[in-house]
């Protein structure tokens, strides 16, 4: 009788075994078979080992996520100790007040194009309120506070600048040089607060609890002082004034809601209580001249 021989074996042992040659596909066959049902296992195995190790690392990155945005929360709310509802409703009046500041200044700068004057605006105000609004939003992006917080301070930087612009269009008293140191010195200045390397945060500290002295010594006080002085608020703009007052008064609530910062309270308050004055000056002036104008309708 013909004989096969088979040598093989799943486990890698060698195994001899004699077998009639009829006998021979049959039995390649059934090895076949067999190696296809083990391969099969292997892979059930496989998948089964690795979709346990898939679960828990969903459930890591999900427990990992869920951890980061409770400290988030929790800092947000402990930063302040107001409730989430509050802080809701601090971060809505935020983005309000951004959104009017795109016109706070709007009026003031339309009343100079429209008079082709700045009569009345003090120079030395302007660029001390520019000065204090770039050290206020350094302050605000080096310490990572919500843009919803300081948002509208960037805004009124911003068109603070078109009016520097204008006064110096329209005041032909303003020698070139100073003009050139103007420009020159702010962008040193703002250079100069946005770099880590050379402001350190101590500093920027200091300069934001200079900002409110700023404000007021060097920004409103003159401005006041000179208002009194002529008599009338000329050419400053009540709608501007205005919104410059309630955008003071809903930052006071957000700083102390949000960010419970004392060094932007002090500014935000500051800046609050010394335009109420300029508007009361504007608004004074313009009763006056109300009156005037009715005494001599009444001649």
């Not at 292997?42 to 190790?53: G, I, T, V």
């Not at 050139?180 to 946005?194: C, D, K, N, R, Y």
């Not at 309630?246 to 609050?272: E, H």
């Amino acid at each position: 009788m013909n004989t096969c021989r088979y040598q093989g074996g799943i486990s890698g042992t060698a195994t001899k075994i004699r077998f009639p040659v009829s006998s021979c596909a049959g039995l390649i066959h059934s090895q076949s078979l067999h190696l296809i049902r083990h391969r099969r296992e292997l892979k059930c195995n496989a998948l089964l080992n690795f979709s346990p190790r898939r679960s828990r690392i969903s459930k890591t990155r999900n427990s990992s996520i869920k951890a980061a945005t409770a400290a988030v929360s929790t800092t947000a709310v402990s930063a302040t100790g107001a409730s989430p509802l509050l802080s809701i409703v601090a971060v809505i009046v935020g983005w309000l007040v951004i959104a009017g500041s795109l016109f706070r200044s709007v009026p003031q700068i339309a009343r100079i194009i429209k008079k082709q004057s700045a009569i009345g605006l003090s120079f030395t105000s302007i660029i001390s309120e520019l000065i204090a609004y770039v050290i206020t939003v350094a302050y605000n992006v080096r310490f990572s506070y919500p843009f919803s917080t300081w948002g509208d301070i960037l805004m009124v930087t911003v068109q603070q600048i078109a009016i520097v612009a204008l006064v110096f269009k329209y005041n032909k008293s303003t020698r070139l040089g100073l003009k050139i140191t103007t420009v020159v010195g702010f962008l040193a200045a703002s250079a100069f607060l946005f770099s880590s390397e050379f402001c350190s945060i101590a500093t920027l500290k200091v300069l934001q609890g200079c900002s409110a002295l700023i404000m007021a010594l060097g920004g409103r006080l003159p401005q006041i002082i000179l208002n009194f002085r002529r008599g009338n608020s000329g050419e400053l703009s009540g709608a501007s004034t205005g919104l410059s007052v309630a955008g003071n008064l809903a930052r006071v609530f957000t700083t102390l809601t949000l960010v419970g910062d004392p060094l932007i309270l002090a500014t935000a308050s500051s800046q609050l209580v010394l335009n109420s004055i300029v508007l009361y000056q504007i608004l004074d002036t313009a009763r006056r001249e109300k009156e005037v104008l009715v005494a001599a309708a009444t001649r």
